[in-house]
């Protein structure tokens, strides 16, 4: 047997799961006391381009209560044609189409390799993709035109017959209606009152035609979708005039006053758009927002721009007079949105804040993407909205639409929740945990938007008594059940089986130890601090994370900006903790703790301690915290640079030394969804702060001469550094003890 | 004569008469010109009064008014004025000549009229102090004779003179009396039934003129055929025409041959005999002047008119008649007054008539003595006196010309109706006595005719009316006439029911003659008057009153060497600011007095700064929004298509100051169902687009820029946009619309661009989609008669109500055009336009084949027309009266503010008097109208309108001084408003009391003693009871079965706004025979009954709303071929709305007619041509309102009847 690393690894790369633990403690007890609980973080659309999909659909045991798949961890009687479920031992007869089955006659399901594998539902309509763009008007002239261009691209981006729809805002909210000749239409909704469905239904003209068509929902959404939703193919030309039409807000701003933006009600009518014509079908909307909604519900800020948005301390004073009323407005949008499958993306960029904070639940309950930048004329959200429409090897779009993530467990083991983008569907069942952690109470969730690298943290719980030891050799088992839209409009349903064994934890201590995954138990604690820290109040968490003990990504997970608020807007705070809690364990390691690279003459690359003593003068440093790129030019090599050596053909090697992070830097930008910032700094430069606040205070003002060494830069900082913390942890966990 | 008169006449009529009746006649002849200079003259020549006096202003005065009317009294007068005082004959035979001639003053002394005028007129003159007694009628005829001669020209001006007499001595009296009566002679013949012909046709001027060619014919014709051979003639015309009579008169009187004119002669015999003795006393004492007031008043003059008309004739010897006239004029005359004073009122009960004119009879000997004859028959002659007046009916007969078709019952009718009847129907009868004694036996003939009374008029009218004197009348709103602005508003801007106002709430209280003026503040002025001149005071601000703040104006007093001037109106004293100070010439008055429009003229504008604008900001120029219904109903009518196709070109039409420039008026497009799509048409756009707003509960505008665009900066957008649309809904099965949400969007959008402006908004049906201002269906038929019926007639919800008051705060003024096909609750839709100062259209069951003609007229001229915006109107009069209240369309937030968002050119506001205080027979009394309005390019401006009337402690001087059909549009505004919180019932009821009370009033006061069986008019007012009784009988106060709410709703609120022109022609309708056109006049007109309809004739009908061609079952296959092209009545399709273009001058000319008419009215006609005996028959029929109504309404008889018997028990 491999080692535990190989095996987790092993894993990772075929089911897209890491537990914390890889063996299981027995009992209820034993799991309680190894503090990390058994949890797993589960990439339900890990990507695996040696998949074939299958063209038929999975074979359920038949007890109403499980409906788990058949895997090849069940038992399977060849000749009597039955398998034995592995959750509840139900006896299954195979369906008639599985009659040539046999021992050298598999299909697929059962083989081991195939313990991840998907399904292709051949019944229902293929749907259509829908994207609904809800484009805010009160911006810069340049920032508009620069949306403007990225929308007309991404039309060429689309799929032929994926169904588009515009609506725009500023001061009154505007669905345009798509494909007339001679006329551009559209409908107008006041900014200040929000509407229900029905209500929209109505103001729309959208209600006949659903009248008429009854029960059959599907039939009638085409007919539906010609007005405001049109496929791609048929008004592109259309809809590239229109979005070149576009005009900044035309209302009047006086001076001393913020625009009139109606961001709350745009969003409303474009949830209420799909809600009435496209329910239970994947559809994104993506919404544009260059500032603020300032009037109607979901109104974050008022238009008096001597108010200043709300900060973290006007929230911790209770002095944010919109926040309650918009978080609502917002929440109750991202559930209905999600009870329809529908994504909602937001891409905010202003220098100032948008209401982020309000308006997370959107992009978190739905699994949309969340992009902050500071214009829309920067590389920055030119690529990452680009990047939105990436395809994969088949030239379909990596992400899905609506899937649903069930959860089937053993009997000894229970869900206790997941944390990540997804909504809970509130089914009960016998898997279903009383102990809730994150979203809880349910063994299935509703997530909108899946893409590649969506990532949710699942929490178990033990339940098995410590008197009712479990068999010699038994292993727990836990299905995974993701149905989803596959862009190409498919239904597809994958299902992931995994098992581990069980240990006695007195006996088997040792072998429950070695499987421990550090860094999935890192990122799953990190999940639950900051999922604690949405809900509850900030001091808590962290003493709550204190008496945790994990090392060393405990002393970078208290200082970044998913726990701590300070130096960081709540807009912020509410992006960090959005991308944090979707994105899979790498991503999610790097955001913690960043990575440090050092370029130079001494040697190759290589990675260093994220530590103020990395900072050396004849380094460059190259730091990725995922939503930065940063390369730090060593003071030394900052006046070469400066003196322009790397021009001259006898210096040529600097030239490579400084390109090699640059090169480094672009193939990370490439690959990394959102796009980072890309930062090129030097020593001493303003933007080197970003640097200086994530590295270890080893030196500071304080002690750097106390060191008594040459290397590093002191910063000044009062923060504590890691030896200290260390001192301190040690301290209190000898405390403890006693 | 010319002193003589001008004595007379400047004292009778006041200033002006003098000057009209000397100079007139001089002028006259010479030139209408003269006339006018005279004006002014005669304007002091009234004040002085004196003899002298008149001389000197006789000549400039008597120009202008003798023109027409003068003349005629002149006849009169002439008679009179030689019964009366030998001076005065004197005057009047020179006035005679005039009405010979009406303009030469030598002619008319030549003409021997004279001498037969004394006969007639020269009771009459006495008569008219008597007549005043015996009845408004014979005063009026008597009066004016006398005076006529003289003062006929003068009288033209007559109101003046009335007052004048008032004031004036017996002397004057008689004068002024004369003038009248003359002037109506001379007027008539020549303009007589050229007025007519004219009234149709052209102006006035022109009509006087036509008159002594064209007019002769008719008229002349009638009276000479009647005059001279007067039985046959008679007989002939009788029947058909009032006028007749009065000639007939004449005639009679020299006829006595004939029967008619036999029984004229009895009655006027009669009259004049008994009267006279106590007119000339009356006159000499207090009495006389009252009873001259009736006289001078215009009645007689319209009278004599008529008479004169016939009288030109013969005195004009080329004419036919003159001959007769020469030979029998003073006969006639004779006959005449008593005519008059038939017409005027007497309408003795029928049983009196009788009695009365053997009374009469006896009398009749008198007569020839005219001027006793007349006095008698005022007073009695209704009841008697038409006894004789059958011998009026004769004379009438030779009025039939108007109406020649009409029964020739002349010798019969003579017979019957001889007591007033005739008498009546002489229009000179200040006084009308309408006697009917069995009312079953009443001739129509015998009751003062409106087509005497107009004809009368425009013959008298013959000469610019000039402003300048105080208290004058004007010319009927039915005679085409030129004005001469010198200090007092024209009556295209105002017109006021008294020219001379009680001077004390009693007095007014007990003549309850109501004190109003209908102000017309845009009014069009034809091309050859000026329009007002724009003042600019500098950045002050025009200079005004500093307590009461009435502007500078020709009443503002200069005095310490002019550096202050005390108010006209509150008597404040004021200092001249330094940049306006000038010097004092001799006289007082400010040497810049001409050269500056306010200190000379009634009405001109100023310049307002910014302290009169709204948010002390100067006005944007204002933008017009179209709002059109694309509902299933809209688009399947063809309405949508139709409007989108003529927006097209009409968009160039927009409203403009300067024709050279562009409009600045700036226009924008929504289009409606259930929802409302509002149009961005930026010129910027390659094509328009189009914004859908569903949340119609709370109306916004969604755009800003791009709604409201330049016509021309956007025209392909916008042309586009109007090719689309109709396009995009042809398809549309919304029914459904919301109406409340579409004037928001309008208004919202005025209001985002911070301007004034108005919506066209067409709509087609009643808005029950859910949304503020939904509205039920509530018509209930049950309801009609009941005490709930009002509730019909106020608008279903609040909601409206509330809009329009924001409509009116932001200047947005709401034009509604409705196209249903059912119950729309036009009581409820019209809130907004009606208080907003917008119109409403209405076009049921549109189709847009026929009604698209329709329509698009009144679209154009709607977008064309002049308009002003964002309107504050203010009325501040002299001390003692007080304007109390308003009629029309607007909005009043407090008492005394006429708030308009919009103001055109066709609005008219009627605005009511009250005493609180005392008023002065010297300072008269003034009233100022104010207009503050945002012009179409976007100019603030105030428009001011002066008007000075005269005072009066006499009641006669009041009834001598009004005008009815000014009382008849107050009283028609006062019962349509009164039906929204009476019943109707007791609306008509109220109607009938008041009106039965101005009459008795008078009958007690004015009108000389005699038996109660008589009924004894006014002259002014003559026609008072005709046109009640139409009033009581519209629509509105009295629906048919086949009349919907929503047409009654649509009446009310369209006569709120009307002028006295719109009204009098919509309560009694024009009916014009088309036997004979000649080209540059009118046939004229005949009553509004179908006894005066001819089998084998053909004949036009207009109300101002509709035009029907009615044919005779039997025409002639020549006239059917010349209009229709087809010989056979049976292949006449009556469902055409247009006449075939033929190539034969009556084709042509009648076409030409039809347009003309369509032009005069704000609302295009469309004619419909109605076959006699057809079902469609019955919708024409409706409009004979002399005749009784299908609904239930009196005829004009049997109604006279019933106001005879109120009257009666008012004074038992």
């Known amino acids: 047997m491999a080692t535990f690393p190989e095996y987790i690894a092993q894993n990772e790369e075929r089911d897209g799961v890491r537990f914390s633990w890889n063996v299981w403690p027995s009992s209820r007890l034993e799991a309680t006391r190894m503090v990390v609980p058994v949890a797993a973080l589960f990439t339900p659309l890990k990507e695996r381009p040696d998949l074939p999909p299958i063209q038929y659909e999975p074979v359920l045991c038949s007890r109403a209560t499980c409906r788990a798949v058949l895997n090849p961890l069940c038992q399977v009687d060849y000749r009597a044609k039955l398998w034995a479920c592995n959750f509840c031992y139900q006896r299954n007869q195979f369906p008639p189409s599985y009659a040539g089955i046999s021992e050298v006659n598999q299909p697929a399901e059962l083989l081991p390799q195939f313990s991840t594998i998907e399904y292709v539902v051949q019944r229902g309509p293929q749907m259509p993709l829908v994207f609904l763009y809800v484009v805010d008007t009160c911006m810069e002239d340049e920032d508009l035109q620069a949306l403007k261009e990225s929308l007309q691209m991404s039309l060429s981006l689309l799929p032929p017959t994926a169904l588009v729809g515009l609506i725009t805002f500023g001061r009154m909210v505007q669905v345009h209606e798509l494909g007339c000749e001679g006329i551009s239409k559209s409908y107008v909704f006041r900014g200040t009152k929000d509407l229900n469905a029905k209500q929209l239904q109505e103001m729309l003209g959208l209600t006949k035609p659903s009248a008429t068509q009854g029960r059959g929902p599907q039939t009638a959404q085409q007919p539906l979708s010609n007005r405001f939703l049109q496929p791609v193919q048929k008004i592109d030309m259309n809809l590239t005039d229109l979005l070149g039409e576009l005009q900044r807000d035309p209302w009047p701003v006086t001076q001393g006053k913020r625009p009139l933006r109606s961001l709350g009600v745009a969003m409303s009518i474009a949830v209420g758009l799909l809600e009435c014509t496209f329910p239970n079908t994947g559809a994104r909307i993506m919404t544009f927002i260059g500032g603020p909604a300032t009037q109607g519900p979901g109104m974050v800020v008022g238009d008096e721009l001597k108010t200043p948005i709300r900060s973290w301390h006007d929230i911790e004073k209770d002095n944010a007079k919109f926040m309650k009323k918009a978080t609502k407005h917002y929440e109750s949008l991202a559930n209905r949105a999600s009870t329809n499958g529908h994504i909602i993306d937001i891409y905010a960029c202003a220098l100032d804040q948008t209401g982020l904070l309000e308006m997370k639940c959107c992009a978190n309950y739905t699994g949309g993407y969340m992009v902050m930048a500071d214009s829309f004329n920067t590389s920055l959200f030119k690529q990452t909205f680009q990047r939105v429409f990436t395809k994969d090897v088949q030239g379909s779009f990596k992400m899905a639409f609506a899937a649903t993530l069930e959860v089937k467990t053993s009997r000894e083991i229970k869900v206790s929740g997941a944390i990540g983008p997804c909504v809970s569907l509130n089914a009960k069942g016998p898997c279903v945990s009383e102990n809730e952690i994150g979203t809880g109470g349910t063994c299935q969730w509703k997530i909108c938007g899946l893409d590649p690298s969506t990532t949710l943290a699942l929490y178990f719980e033990v339940v098995n008594q410590h008197n009712a030891p479990i068999p010699q050799g038994g292993r727990g088992a836990i299905q995974f059940v993701t149905q989803y839209q596959h862009s190409s409009g498919q239904r597809r349903i994958r299902v992931t089986t995994t098992a581990r064994n069980w240990a006695d934890a007195q006996t088997q201590i040792q072998s429950i130890a070695a499987s421990f995954d550090q860094e999935a138990a890192a990122i799953l604690m990190a999940r639950l601090a900051v999922y604690r820290a949405e809900t509850e109040e900030g001091p808590d968490v962290l003493r709550w994370l204190d008496r945790q003990l994990i090392r060393l990504f405990m002393f970078h997970l208290r200082r970044s900006p998913f726990l701590q608020v300070f130096n960081n807007s709540p807009d912020e705070s509410s992006y960090y903790r959005h991308q944090f809690n979707r994105q899979d364990l790498t991503q999610a390691l790097i955001m913690i703790q960043p990575v440090l690279y050092a370029y130079s003459f001494n040697g190759p690359p290589e990675p260093v301690l994220l530590d103020s003593s990395s900072i050396l003068p004849d380094r460059i440093l190259l730091m990725d915290t995922f939503f930065q790129i940063l390369i730090y030019h060593g003071e030394t090599v900052a006046q070469w640079r400066k003196a322009g050596y790397q021009d001259m053909p006898e210096y040529e090697n600097f030239k490579h030394l400084l390109q090699a992070p640059v090169d480094d830097a672009q193939e990370l930008l490439h690959t990394r969804f959102p796009m980072p910032r890309y930062i090129d700094t030097e020593h001493g430069g303003s933007q080197a702060r970003f640097l200086l606040s994530k590295v270890n205070p080893s030196q500071t003002h304080n002690n750097m001469y106390a060191w008594g060494q040459e290397s590093g830069a002191p910063i000044l900082t009062d923060d504590v550094s890691l030896q200290v913390f260390m001192d301190h942890l040690k301290k209190l966990a000898v405390s403890s003890a006693a | ?1212």
């Open chain 2, 1 to 1212: 004569m010319n002193v003589n008169q001008h004595t007379p006449m400047a004292s009778p009529y006041g200033q002006p008469q003098p000057g009209y009746s000397q100079p007139g006649y001089a002028p006259l002849d010479g030139g209408y010109p003269a006339p006018y200079a005279p004006y002014n003259g005669p304007a002091s020549a009234y004040q002085p009064g004196a003899p002298p006096q008149g001389p000197a202003r006789g000549p400039p005065a008597s120009g202008p008014p003798p023109v027409s009317a003068p003349q005629p009294y002149n006849q009169y007068s002439h008679s009179q004025g030689d019964m009366q005082n030998g001076p005065p004959t004197m005057t009047q035979a020179p006035p005679r000549p005039a009405a010979s001639q009406p303009y030469n003053p030598g002619a008319m002394n030549l003409s021997g009229p004279h001498p037969s005028y004394p006969q007639h007129y020269g009771p009459p003159s006495t008569i008219q102090q008597v007549t005043n007694q015996m009845t408004g009628m014979q005063i009026a005829s008597g009066p004016p004779t006398p005076a006529g001669p003289g003062y006929a020209p003068p009288h033209s001006s007559q109101p003046p003179v009335s007052t004048a007499y008032s004031a004036a001595p017996p002397p004057s009296y008689t004068q002024a009396i004369p003038p009248v009566s003359s002037a109506p002679t001379q007027p008539p013949p020549p303009s007589g039934p050229a007025t007519s012909q004219q009234y149709y046709g052209g102006p006035p001027p022109s009509s006087q003129q036509p008159f002594n060619s064209s007019l002769p014919p008719t008229s002349q014709q009638q009276f000479t055929s009647s005059a001279p051979p007067p039985p046959s003639s008679q007989q002939t015309f009788p029947p058909t025409s009032y006028s007749g009579p009065v000639p007939p008169p004449s005639q009679a009187p020299a006829p006595p041959v004939s029967q008619s004119q036999q029984s004229f002669p009895p009655t006027q015999p009669p009259f004049s005999s008994a009267p006279p003795p106590v007119s000339q006393p009356a006159f000499l004492s207090g009495p006389p002047p009252p009873v001259q007031g009736s006289f001078p008043p215009r009645a007689p003059p319209p009278s004599s008119h008529q008479y004169p008309g016939p009288m030109p004739p013969q005195q004009q010897p080329p004419l036919s008649q003159p001959s007769p006239y020469h030979s029998g004029p003073p006969p006639p005359r004779a006959q005449m007054p008593p005519t008059s004073m038939p017409q005027s009122n007497h309408l003795p009960p029928g049983p009196q008539g009788p009695p009365g004119p053997p009374g009469p009879l006896q009398q009749p000997p008198p007569q020839p003595g005219m001027q006793g004859g007349y006095p008698p028959q005022q007073n009695g002659a209704f009841g008697q006196v038409r006894g004789p007046q059958p011998g009026y009916a004769g004379p009438y007969p030779g009025q039939p010309n108007y109406g020649a078709p009409a029964p020739a019952p002349a010798p019969a009718p003579p017979a019957q109706k001889r007591l007033d009847p005739d008498a009546i129907p002489s229009p000179q009868a200040s006084d009308m006595p309408a006697v009917q004694k069995s009312r079953h036996r009443i001739d129509p003939d015998a009751i003062p005719s409106p087509i005497q009374v107009i004809e009368d008029d425009k013959a008298k009218s013959t000469e610019p009316f000039t402003t300048g004197v105080r208290g004058q009348a004007p010319p009927l709103v039915t005679t085409n006439f030129q004005v001469k602005d010198q200090g007092n508003a024209s009556p295209r801007f105002i017109r006021c029911t008294a020219y001379n106002m009680p001077c004390t709430a009693d007095m007014a209280k007990q003549s309850q003659v109501p004190l109003a003026a209908v102000i017309k503040p845009l009014a069009t002025l034809p091309p050859d008057e000026t329009p007002p001149y724009v003042v600019d005071h500098g950045e002050g601000g025009p200079i005004r009153c500093n307590r009461c703040k009435a502007y500078m104006c020709p009443y503002m007093q200069f005095i310490e060497g002019g550096r202050r001037f005390q108010c006209g109106f509150c008597s404040c004293v004021t200092e001249v600011p330094p940049h306006y100070f000038q010097h004092l010439d001799h006289t007082g008055k400010r040497v810049d007095c001409y050269d500056r429009p306010e200190l000379s003229l009634g009405s001109y504008e100023f310049l307002a700064t910014v302290d009169y604008c709204k948010n002390n900001k100067l006005p944007q120029p204002p933008a017009f929004v179209f709002l059109i219904d694309v509902s299933y109903n809209a688009v399947k009518s063809g309405m949508v298509s139709i409007v989108c196709q003529e927006l097209k070109t009409l968009l160039d039409y927009l409203p403009r100051e300067n024709p050279e420039m562009d409009s600045v008026v700036r226009v924008g497009f929504v289009t409606y169902n259930k929802v409302l799509h509002f149009y961005n048409v930026k010129s910027s756009l390659a094509q328009p687009q189009m914004l859908v707003v569903s949340d119609v509960s709370d109306m916004f505008v969604p755009l800003l820029d791009g709604f409201l665009v330049n016509v021309n900066e956007s025209r392909l957008v916008i042309e586009s946009l109007l090719d689309q649309i109709p396009e995009m809904f042809a398809d549309t099965r919304e029914t459904e619309t919301v109406f409340g949400p579409v004037i928001q969007a309008g208004l919202e959008a005025l209001k985002a661009a911070d301007c004034a402006g108005k919506l066209f908004v067409f709509h087609t049906s009643l808005p029950i989609a859910e949304a503020p201002g939904k509205l039920k269906n509530r018509e209930d038929k049950k309801l009609i008669g009941t005490d709930k019926e009002k509730s019909l007639f106020q608008p279903q919800v609040g909601f409206y109500n509330n809009l329009a008051k924001e409509c009116v705060a932001q200047g947005c003024c709401v034009d509604l055009f409705l196209f249903p096909n059912q119950y729309v609750d036009v009581a409820t839709l019209g809130v907004v336009p009606v208080s907003t100062g917008g119109s409403v259209y209405k076009y049921t069951y549109f189709q847009a084949q026929s009604d698209q003609e329709r329509f698009l007229n009144d679209l154009r001229r709607d977008i064309q027309k002049p308009v002003g915006f964002d309107a504050v109107m203010r009325v501040r009069t002299s001390t003692g009266i007080r304007a109390t209240d308003f009629y029309g369309s607007f909005f009043m937030s407090n008492t005394t503010d006429v708030e308009l968002a919009g103001l055109d050119c066709d609005k008219a506001i009627t605005v009511e008097f009250k005493h609180d205080d005392k008023l002065s027979e010297e300072t008269g009394a003034l009233m100022q109208c104010a207009m503050l309005y945002t012009s179409c390019s976007g100019q603030r401006r105030l428009r001011i309108h002066n008007m000075a009337v005269n005072c009066c402690s006499q009641l006669a001087d009041l009834y001598r001084n009004c005008e009815t059909d000014t009382i008849i549009n107050f009283f028609s505004k006062y019962a349509f408003r009164g039906i929204l919180n009476n019943p109707t019932k007791a609306v008509r009821d109220t109607l009938v009391n008041q009106c039965a009370q101005i009459l008795a009033c008078y009958r007690k006061n004015c009108a000389s003693p005699s038996s109660a069986g008589q009924l004894i008019l006014p002259e002014c007012m003559k026609l008072l009871p005709v046109y009640l009784n139409c009033v009581l009988k519209s629509d509105v106060l009295l629906p048919g079965a086949d009349v919907s709410l929503d047409d009654r709703a649509y009446l009310r609120q369209l006569i709120s706004c009307m002028d006295v022109a719109e009204t009098h022609v919509f309560f009694y309708p024009r009916l014009l025979p088309l036997m004979k056109l000649e080209s540059g006049s009118l046939p004229v007109a005949v009553r509004d009954s179908e006894e005066r309809l001819s089998k084998g004739g053909v004949y036009l009908l207009e109300t101002g709303l509709h035009l029907f061609l009615w044919v005779g079952a039997s025409a002639q296959q020549e006239l059917l071929l010349n209009i229709f092209g087809t010989q056979s009545f049976s292949q006449i399709d009556p469902s055409m709305t247009s006449l075939p273009v033929l190539d034969n001058p009556f084709s042509q000319r009648l076409r030409e007619i039809i347009d003309s008419f369509r032009a005069q009215r704000s609302r295009y006609m469309k004619l419909m041509v109605v076959k006699q005996e057809d079902r469609a028959e019955l919708i024409f029929r409706h409009f004979l309102v002399e005749d009784k109504s299908a609904s239930g309404g009196a005829s004009y008889v049997d109604f006279l009847c019933h106001m005879h018997k109120e009257i009666r028990q008012l004074l038992s």
